[in-house]
């Protein structure tokens, strides 16, 4: 079977020019970058010119502002907890209520550890209330956290102008954002319009690199201790040998979404959007989740009413199509998203979202499967829907008011509605 593989903001795949740059430091030049013999050299020079080659496409960074970890989720709890450990005389916190859980769990777990945790909330549409979110400044706050774009909507936040607010507010306070969905997709100056963002966070697997590979920007001067303890690695900012070959093949991969970015924004914006125009047209009670916000080019979650996405990714499943009804991070449970359920998404769609995210790989070709797919899984799952009258293929007249509920509706202790309560939760 073919496979159309439309969940990018899950992961992507490795670039055939990525791979080609870090091969050589798992083969050849395979020696540890600490070493002082001479074969250890060429390791520690790539290390020092991918970070170089990072620093600049992130808007002239400084080299030395620079922390390759793991992934993002270490990044992000590297920037929160070192932070607070180098700032124990402030307690508060201010996120959103739609942050990826590396940020949002790490918030609810600040709160039960004694923390005061403020969780901004968005409107229907997935924007940040910016009065909310001035309100929720106090003069304890020790950070403010909030991601760049939403990894399930794709809805961009001005992050730019949050952080101005928030230093305008009072320069003390350490902004970060979690720019893992936008490293590579937006352009991000750190130097200009993201001049007063203190951390940043990115993942390499996002942007055609490998997993295991991340990066956290560290403004010269902001006071955070490291979060893993035990070496001298990563100018004593973080402990363990340097991952040579996933490093070079990090600033590769963001070195080609710069040269590409233009081309592909073209191409994906295009094709997500007749994606979702075509969608929109051919399947009735569909919603495009965050479609007035402003949005990341390549991602499209779509709210099927009356009917669950589970069911909906496995009968994509079974065509090759890859999709996702939300964080991969979070796939395994049956509860709504976190995300979904902060934009105040009616009960009735909020279990039947699905998202598609694209890459510069996917094609016209694909979209036209999906076009050609996804309203016939929709036809008939709703079918075997107890809210959906089959033979005038529309909504139950009690179904209707579940339209605006964003609660699940009270079910009656008898057989029947308990099994209806089943099939749709």
């Known amino acids: 079977m073919t496979i159309i593989y439309m969940d990018n903001n899950a992961t992507t795949r490795v670039a055939p020019e990525v791979f080609e740059a870090l091969m050589p430091y798992l083969t050849d030049d395979y020696f540890n970058p600490s070493s002082l013999y001479e074969p250890a050299h060429g390791p520690a020079e790539a290390i020092t010119a991918a970070r170089r080659m990072v620093a600049k496409l992130l808007g002239k960074a400084r080299p030395d502002e620079i922390l390759f970890t793991s992934c993002a ?18 307690r508060h916190i201010v996120t959103t209520g739609v942050e990826h859980p590396a940020i949002f769990s790490v918030g609810e777990d600040l709160q039960r550890r004694g923390l005061d945790v403020d969780f901004v909330p968005v409107d229907s ?12 400044l106090r003069p304890d706050t020790l950070m403010v956290s909030v991601m760049h774009a939403n990894n399930e909507t794709g809805v961009i936040y001005p992050v730019g102008e949050l952080s101005r607010i928030t230093k305008e507010t009072d320069p003390s306070i350490v902004f970060h954002t979690d720019a893992t969905q936008t490293v590579g997709k937006l352009p991000i100056d750190l ?45 004593g900012r973080r402990a363990g040998t340097e991952n040579v070959a996933f490093i070079v093949g990090l600033a590769k991969a963001l070195e080609l979404a710069m040269e590409r970015h233009d081309e592909d924004e073209a191409r994906i914006v295009a094709m997500r959007d007749r994606l979702e125009r ?13 479609k007035n916000a402003p949005r990341l080019s390549n991602t ?5 009413h009356f009917i669950e996405g ?112 089943g099939r749709i939760s």
Not at 76 to 88: D, K, L, S
Not at 211 to 233: D, M, N, S, V
Not at 370 to 389: A, K, Q, T
Request: aromatic letters at 6%; hydrophobic letters at 35%.
């Open 191 to 235: 130097r200009d319009s993201f001049r007063n963002v203190d951390l940043l966070s990115f993942s390499g697997h996002k942007l055609h690199a490998p997993k295991g590979i991340g990066a956290l920007y560290i403004r010269r001067g902001t006071r955070c201790r490291p979060f893993l303890l035990g070496g001298h690695q990563e100018d």
């Open 125 to 136: 549409d997935g924007n940040i209330d910016k009065m909310e979110f001035v309100r929720a």
């Open 73 to 90: 989720t270490e990044s992000n709890n590297t920037a929160v907890f070192g932070t607070i450990a180098a700032n124990q005389e402030r």
């Open 300 to 304: 499209l979650n779509v709210a099927c």
């Open 278 to 290: 075509e969608l929109l047209a051919r399947i009735p009670y569909l919603e495009v989740n965050g």
């Open 310 to 421: 589970e069911g909906i990714l496995y009968q994509l499943s079974a065509q090759g199509i890859c999709a996702s009804s939300g964080s991969a991070c979070t796939s395994g449970s049956l509860e709504p998203s976190h995300v979904l359920r902060a934009m105040h998404i009616p009960f009735s769609a909020i279990h039947g979202s699905v998202r598609f995210s694209l890459s510069r790989y996917n094609t016209d070709a694909e979209i036209d499967t999906v076009i050609e797919v996804f309203p016939g899984i929709v036809d008939s799952l709703r079918r075997l829907s107890p809210y959906w009258d089959v033979k005038k293929n529309e909504p139950r007249p009690e179904a209707m008011e579940m339209l605006t509920q964003t609660e699940m509706p009270e079910v009656r202790d008898d057989g029947e509605d308990t099994k209806i309560r």
